[in-house]
């Protein structure tokens, strides 16, 4: 009795050092980005342009080019997702297209974000003529983030209580009628989450922006979206490792870091307010 | 009146299946670019030359040479290290968040696990430079600690959240009545746990490990920040190696457009797309094979 009294505690014990494992790496990492990186934020290096080498200055033009080519993506990939589920769930019976069309999503799903970047490049640079340019790259972006985007709005929608689709059937509405006035009006938060949610990973993501139109530098902010663009998380990677002295802008990388992870984390926690929002009961 | 109604119904009917087409359009044509292009590479390489040992060089002056097998042992030695990490932490982690923690705990350390996947690449990259590295040549007393095992580590942590959500999914959907059958049986919190729950949610599990590596595999700026991209064939986990992901990285926006080693990336993305695809296509099988069970 004592002895297997004795290895339930080892056993639970083990768990929960799996679970202090976990949280002591994100404690730590987050600990370590905080300390060096959130002294280096200043109203200058957030909204300057890089000087002498990259060795000084700001990394407004960074944040200038994550923000436009995320919601240029972003505003590419959100209708034709939202439209793609709601053909899924609310037109489509099931057929062999609607089975393809859910299995093509899942295994875009798992496609890295490198071969991504290849598709970007022969494609939308090389094939469409687009160069290297904020189009391109917003375009890559828009079809990295699709799958995920009609994932949640195919959840959402599927949390819509069938009873108010009946209803708005009974009344005379026509199918469309009820999808846009009844269905995507109860969905909208969960849908909106899940936009959001593809916007923060758009925003951090580099391997398909990488041949499609990031710059090293750029001397003015893109004027055009055929122009190229400087992104944060780029020069994040740029300062890391193609710096010619890596230990001299370490601060300014770490200030980078910092800038990227409260970009992403505040779109995660808007997110997460929104579901908090309209779906507390779900949630617990 | 009626008639403008049920043109707009037609016409969104139709103009909405439109829209799904793209996503078959782009896995098709994603197939088919990473295809052609690297059949125009194995017209000059030869399929026996890629797949050998021979040393990655594709820039050298004279004979340039093709092999990809150091950058899949590469590839391979990041995947099981990662592997090796993630599956006991998360499946760990999964039981101690359903069946251990108190609610409270578990609704603070969700969101937690939640952030952990916002992480971007490039950052947790940066993490294996100035934190994990430095770390590792400590501990091991390493010239640097840019090497296979901080991949791993990194890597690992990139792929908890996707093994951590889908394992706890699984272990609460074991049924109620499993458990409390056993503990009527006088077995204790463990024993249920290892002895019924745990055989219970097995092939759940094996699939959440899966997706886990099919994310890590397919992971670029991490392991290209952190594992020293040396081309050599890797001895071990101390030694720096090069991935797939990192080589194409690495060396597409060198390449001029149109020469035998730019359509040699193309097939490098070929290999990394058929692997993350049967990876894939293996754990959603063991999930649907799952799902059949349940019902």
């Not at chain 1, 819509?160 to 909208?188: D, I, M, N, Q």
């Not at chain 1, 710059?215 to 400087?230: H, I, V």
């Not at chain 2, 939640?114 to 940066?126: I, K, N, Q, R």
């Amino acid at each position: 009795m004592r002895i297997r009294t004795l290895w339930m505690w080892i056993g639970i014990a083990s768990l929960i050092a799996c679970a202090l494992t976990v949280a002591a790496f994100m404690a730590i990492m987050l600990f370590d980005l905080g300390k060096q990186g959130i002294p280096v934020l200043s109203w200058e290096f957030l909204t300057g342009f890089p000087r002498q080498g990259m060795t000084a200055g700001g990394i407004w033009p960074a944040i200038f080019g994550t923000a436009v080519v995320t919601l240029l993506a972003t505003l590419l990939t959100a209708p034709l997702g939202v439209a793609c589920a709601v053909w899924l769930e609310e037109y489509a019976s099931e057929s062999i297209l609607t089975q393809l069309t859910r299995a093509a999503v899942r295994n875009l799903a798992g496609v890295p974000s490198i071969v991504y970047g290849l598709f970007g490049l022969a494609i939308f640079v090389e094939g469409m003529h687009m160069g290297a340019s904020i189009l391109a790259s917003a375009c890559t972006l828009a079809l990295l983030t699709l799958p995920s985007v009609i994932a949640t709005t195919e959840e959402a929608l599927r949390q819509v209580p069938r009873a108010l689709r009946e209803g708005a059937l009974a009344l005379g509405a026509t199918r469309w009628e009820t999808t846009y006035s009844v269905v995507l009006p109860t969905a909208l938060p969960g849908i909106l989450t899940g936009v959001i949610l593809a916007l923060s990973r758009a925003a951090g993501e580099t391997a398909p922006i990488l041949f499609t139109g990031v710059a090293f530098y750029t001397r003015y902010l893109p004027a055009s979206p055929f122009d190229e663009f400087m992104a944060l998380p780029y020069h994040l990677y740029i300062l890391a490792t193609q710096h010619h002295d890596p230990e001299l802008v370490r601060p300014l990388a770490y200030g980078t870091a910092v800038a990227l992870l409260l970009l992403v984390f505040l779109l995660n926690l808007v997110a997460f307010i929104i579901r908090a929002q309209y779906h507390p009961k779900k949630r617990l | 009146m009626t008639g403008r109604r049920y043109f707009w119904n037609r016409f969104f009917e139709n103009s909405l299946a439109v829209s799904a087409f793209v996503s078959i359009a782009t896995l098709v044509g994603i197939f088919l670019l990473l295809a052609v292009n690297s059949w125009k590479a194995f017209t000059y390489i030869g399929l026996g030359e890629f797949f050998s040992l021979n040393a990655w060089n594709p820039a050298a002056y004279d004979t340039p040479s093709y092999g990809i097998g150091a950058l899949l042992l590469g590839t391979a030695l990041t995947t099981l290290g990662a592997t090796v990490i993630a599956a006991p932490l998360g499946v760990g982690m999964a039981f101690f968040l359903s069946e251990i923690a108190p609610m409270r705990l578990r609704n603070l350390l969700k969101p937690i696990v939640e952030l952990m996947a916002a992480v971007p690449s490039v950052v947790m990259g940066f993490t294996g430079i100035v934190l994990v590295g430095p770390f590792l040549a400590k501990v091991f007393g390493l010239p640097n600690g840019l090497n296979a095992l901080n991949g791993s580590i990194l890597l690992a942590f990139m792929a908890l959240p996707t093994v951590i959500s889908i394992s706890e999914d699984v272990v609460q959907a074991v049924p109620r009545a499993y458990k409390e059958a056993s503990y009527a049986l006088g077995a204790n919190r463990w024993e249920t746990l290892i002895r019924v729950t745990l055989p219970a949610c097995y092939s759940g599990l094996l699939a959440a490990i899966m997706l886990g590596i099919g994310r890590a595999i397919g992971e670029t700026m991490t392991v290209l920040m952190a594992t020293g991209n040396a081309t050599a064939m890797p001895s071990g986990l101390f030694s720096s190696v090069r991935t797939i992901t990192a080589t194409v990285a690495i060396e597409m926006g060198e390449v001029p457009t149109g020469t035998t080693h730019y359509y040699a990336l193309f097939a490098c993305a070929l290999v990394l797309f058929l692997i993350t695809l049967s990876i894939n296509f293996a754990a959603e099988r063991v999930a649907a094979r799952l799902r059949k069970r349940g019902q």
